[in-house]
DNA sequence: GTATTTGCTGGTAGCGCTGTCAACGTTCCT
DNA sequence: AGGAACGTTGACAGCGCTACCAGCAAATAC
């Protein structure tokens, strides 16, 4: 057949246009706005379009009309188990619409993302999702001055950029502190690692629910930059140890440090809950599989970043939400590990509200 | 200031090169491949652009050159911790270069990864990684069809499309059997979930060994396509033990599952490794910090993501590896759950090189 | 000294698509 | 019946960049 082609031999929507006998113009409104065409010739585009296995051409399409239909991911980890979750609903979310996704990773350096918002903001993305609320001075002019939607993930905090959805790490770090508070427990350690932002804010949660009861002591709190790990919750726990003989009870700034405080425990033949109670945060799966199952603080991470590409991609078709701000809340998950009644014939326990949720 | 400005106010080549005083395809080759500037003209355009934050317009530069500076990426799973050291790898490796990544998540299914290849494919990227090797047939011919490098990934196998990294898992199954059987194992059973292909290469690798030792038996395998976690590897091996009573070991097919197993035993008050030895796969960070320490065959996941990006970029840019099939190999890190000689006096077995590594 | 090569530079012509606006036919209203 | 309003369609003109090829000067060869 003698119909002329693109170089690469790819079809174009020139070549649709004329096998279905309309004009270019009404064949790409075909793939843009469907409705906007005459039922018959929606249907001769459409199968034209699909007998030639005509794809767009994302690039010419961009670059005719100014903008793409990428949506810029800005995460602090790739390693996280926290942020796979969240990236995870991000795609889920993705996949039913037209946007793609596209990632970078911060390195939890906000001068790294700061040089990367710039890239993506050069590119005309058609959203942007990033992680908190602690960008440089620049990078906030950058956003605001953006022409795109943006949600901010992860927490919230007094002034959004545009969009926000998150739980306050603060409240949930004092919710914790208070279950253990409310077991019993009065010499209470905390435990952190990494201390990026929301980690701080943490032990800002833990440091405020100590204070309120006169149980604060500097000497508790066991933090280092190094990144999260099992084996790195079992050093700590020793540190604190060490420091503090007497705690009888840990929270967790995450749930690997927490599981390893729990195989330092065993190491070292102390009972949990029985001689100290172990709190975590993020509620990962293991935790409800551990002997003894461990508390935790759950989060909802994949509902988060689902949510926020939700909200995003409505955004960016005009559906502006009519809250902008949105609180997900969290749970203190009560388990074996810091119920003061533990008995061999409770040996589930249920997953009880132990807080708000929204 | 009167210069010419795109209407979204961004500053084009044109610009650039207007400012340098040289013609818009010298800017332009400034930024592609400036040895081949004159040194005078290389400053120039170089202050210029600097001056006015020039950032280049990637969809136009895609449409004119007809390639995209992408890399496209398939895999099966965003959940599972082994992607995501895969895919930090990548990521890292991508960070050098001036490629991007552009992630898409199959499912494990084939035929989504079918569907995903043809759009990849269409948008012309520059270059590919895909996991494994098991396509479905249009899948194949695609890519032996594309004109961009690609790496297959996470496993070896005999006919290569273009690269391919990884690993033998029937070689590493085989060998985690053999250390069992060394210890003195002999009812050994093998707990599997998800059973992708490479799951099912595992299993197959286990029914090997166990069959040259005429050990075994069909029975000994639990297996289900259910997604993996540290709770279902809990309950397959209570299946496992109610079939089976008598097993000395057992082999798991990803270490979510034998942390599973551990603390089942621990619930069931069956020693590790006095009653029953336990080896894992992959080595995540976890398995040196339980108690006992688990044994697991470690893989190269970060380098093997590593590798291929930088494999791919360097095919991108003309320079073929001279061996295009890598085979990363694997180590079984012996550790207490699966020692015979385990002992109070030797609390951390180092990290002994079991077998093969390339 | 002339011919050839090499290195650098610029002009022209698109890449494939969409924004804009005008034009058409149909329906509805008065 | 005349006109407005609406829905549908197409012509045109780029979007910002690079491939291609030509041109020119300097360097090298004979």
Redesign the pocket.
Known sequence: MGRK????G????????ELA?????????F??NP????????ARVESAAKELG??????????????TEVIGVLIPSLTNNVFSDVLRGIYDASEGSRYSIQLSNTRYSILQEERLLRLFLAQKPAGLIVTGIDQTAESRAMMEAADCPIVQIMELGPSPVDMMIGFSHYDAARAAVAHLFAQGCRRIGFVGARMDPRVQRRLDGYVSAMKDTALYEQRLVVTTATPTSVTLGGALFADLLAREPGIDGVFCANDDLALGVLFECRRREIEVPEQIAIVGFNDLEFMASTVPTLTSVRTNRYEMGRTAATMLVEAIEGRRPEEPVLDLGFKVIERQSSLAQRAESQPMVSELVADRTK
Chains 1, 2 share one sequence.
């Open positions: 082609r693109t170089k690469s790819k079809i174009r929507l020139a070549e649709v246009a006998g309309v004009s270019p113009i009404t064949a790409s409104r793939f843009r409705e906007a065409l005459s039922v018959a010739k929606r005509y794809v767009p051409n994302l690039a010419a399409r961009a670059l005719a009309s100014q903008r």
